[in-house]
Structure formats: structure tokens, C-alpha cells
């Protein structure tokens, strides 16, 4: 079985401030990485993924994330926050032989203060 | 269609009743998944559909909740009895196969048993 936990519940941030939203799975065998966002009253949209590869992923609205198999980690980071980026961050992880069926963490919900 | 839809958004119902909740996919994606997500935490899986076939229900938390996709496109969650344990957002995605592709995710189905 795969386990997602998301480090921190919420984050509250100032707008052009650097973020990182933490992020550590547990699984036996190899997996596939998502960030994804949910905007208030709207559906998940992918951020981004990391499927095999480079370490480091870069994803959409300026985030990326990088990949850390020893320490199982997959922490999403933005170097400059916008009042836009306020929303709720889930992480997740799913093995390759059906990469849709995903275990979630509980979310982190960024708050960009101005 | 351009995105996952998803009907109703918002169904408030009272214990005990049977609900019905659709989902119309991404026209040409073989893979439809179900996710509940309740207050506070991540979505989890409930059921995936390979075709017309539920390849993987495993998910389902009892023998009240049923789904379908009987054509291959649109499927409907089924739920038995309504308990309120049962109120939450009930999320569709569907992707074009069951491998590496992301999950593109409806608005949800926001569930409400009084």
C-alpha cells in the first residue's frame, strides 16, 4: 500500500515571497508523482508530474518540484507567489501499472497574503 | 465535450433515499475514475472503469454505493440508502488510457444528506 502525507495543513505567505509545500510518500515499488490544485468551487487541475526522468519538474504557473527518491520526498516550490496562487495544493501518488488511481494527501492550503 | 461534466453540482438529500450522480467524460477517453472527497481531506478512490468494464472497484466502501458505464462514455455512481456519512464532493476524471496519462478531473458533485 501507498501512503501520501502533506507536511503542513496550511501556509500563509506574503505575495513575491518564495513557497514550498511538503510533500513525503511511502510505497514498495516504483510510483508516479502529481501536484495538483484546486481552486474554490472548481475541479483538480494537474500542476504538474514527474513519471521518470530528471529529478526536477517544472509544471504550469511557474511551479516545479523535484523528486528525492532516498529521502521519498516531492515537495512543490514557487520562487515568487502571486494573490492568483491562493488555492488548495494536494500531492499524490500512484503506481505505474495504473497511474489514475491515486492516493491523496490531505491538502495544504496556500494563502498569499498581499 | 471540452471537459469532464459532471450533474448535478450540488444534491442535498435525506437518509435513507437513492441518489444518482452522472458523469460525462472527455469524449474518446477510455478510463473514467470516481473519487470521493470529503471535508478536510484528499480525494479517494472508489472506482475505475476500463471501457465499459469496472477494472478495479476496490475502492467502493460497502455494498450501497454501485456505478456503471454502460456504453463505454457516461457513467453513473450509484447510492443505495443514503447515510449522512456519505456527504461529500464526488469527483469523475477520465484519462485516454490506464497508463501514464494524467486524469482530467469534473467540478464534482458536491453531496449533501441531511
Known amino acids: 500500500a501507498q501512503s501520501v502525507t502533506q507536511l503542513d495543513s496550511q501556509v500563509p505567505v506574503f505575495e513575491e515571497a518564495p513557497v514550498e509545500l511538503r510533500c513525503n510518500y511511502s510505497s514498495s515499488v516504483s510510483v508516479y508523482l502529481f501536484w495538483y490544485v484546486q481552486y474554490p468551487n472548481q475541479g483538480l487541475q494537474l500542476l504538474l508530474k514527474y513519471l521518470s526522468g530528471s529529478t526536477l519538474v517544472k509544471g504550469i504557473n511557474g511551479f516545479e518540484a523535484e523528486f528525492n527518491k532516498s529521502q521519498t520526498s516531492f515537495h512543490l516550490r514557487k520562487p515568487s507567489v502571486h494573490i492568483s496562487d491562493t488555492a488548495e495544493y494536494f500531492c499524490a501518488v500512484s503506481r505505474g501499472t495504473n497511474a489514475g488511481k491515486s492516493t491523496f494527501g490531505d491538502g495544504t492550503t496556500l494563502t498569499v497574503k498581499p | 465535450g471540452a471537459g469532464v461534466s459532471q450533474t448535478p453540482s450540488n444534491k442535498v438529500t435525506e437518509k435513507g433515499k437513492y441518489v444518482e450522480l452522472r458523469c460525462d467524460p472527455i469524449s474518446g477517453h477510455t478510463a473514467l475514475y470516481w473519487y470521493r472527497q470529503s471535508l478536510g481531506q484528499g480525494p479517494e478512490f472508489l472506482i475505475y472503469f476500463q471501457g465499459t468494464g469496472a477494472a478495479d472497484d476496490s475502492g467502493l466502501p460497502n455494498d450501497r454505493f454501485f456505478a456503471v458505464r454502460p456504453e463505454g462514455s457516461v457513467s453513473t455512481l450509484k447510492i443505495q440508502r443514503t447515510e449522512r456519512g456519505d456527504s461529500a464532493v464526488y469527483l469523475c476524471?477520465?484519462?485516454?488510457?490506464?497508463?501514464?496519462?494524467?486524469?482530467?478531473f469534473g467540478a464534482g458533485s458536491r453531496l449533501t444528506v441531511l
Open positions: 476524471a477520465s484519462s485516454s488510457s490506464s497508463g501514464a496519462n494524467v486524469l482530467t
